[in-house]
């Protein structure tokens, strides 16, 4: 069993930053790459970034490409997504995912561990 928390959410401007954290526990961090997924109101959830367990790949949705870095410190069993320039659509619920081996994927089905979410609005 894994258990993941989200935090760093919130409201910022157009332009502005954020850094979301997930805190993981209950299971090896190392053998688990992690993902980032976001859901906005109305649209289904989508693919944000991935990191395998050893943190040396990396896999962004294009619309987020050099705006958005993921990356992980495994002593601190902790995933972070880096979110800078952010635009309005960017506004989201976003989730913290799992899988339970150490290969990045982008498709939602293959992480059998996620978060509650943690909401980001981004203002025009």
């Known amino acids: 069993q894994v258990q993941l928390v989200e935090s760093g959410g919130g409201l910022v401007q157009a332009g502005g930053s954020l850094r979301l954290s997930c805190a993981a526990s209950g299971r090896t961090f190392d053998s688990s790459a992690m993902g980032w997924f976001r859901q906005a109101p109305g649209k289904e959830r989508e693919f944000v970034a991935a990191?395998?367990?050893?943190?040396?790949?990396?896999n962004y949705a294009d619309s987020v490409r050099g705006r958005f870095t993921i990356s992980r410190d495994n002593a601190k069993n902790t995933v972070y997504l880096q979110m800078n320039n952010l635009k309005p659509e960017d506004t989201a619920v976003f989730y913290c995912?799992?899988?339970?081996?150490?290969?990045?994927?982008?498709?939602?089905?293959?992480?059998?561990?996620w978060g509650q979410g943690t909401e980001v609005t981004v203002s025009s």
């Open positions: 995912a799992a899988r339970t081996r150490p290969y990045l994927s982008n498709r939602p089905t293959e992480y059998g561990y």
């Open positions: 990191i395998s367990g050893s943190g040396v790949s990396t």
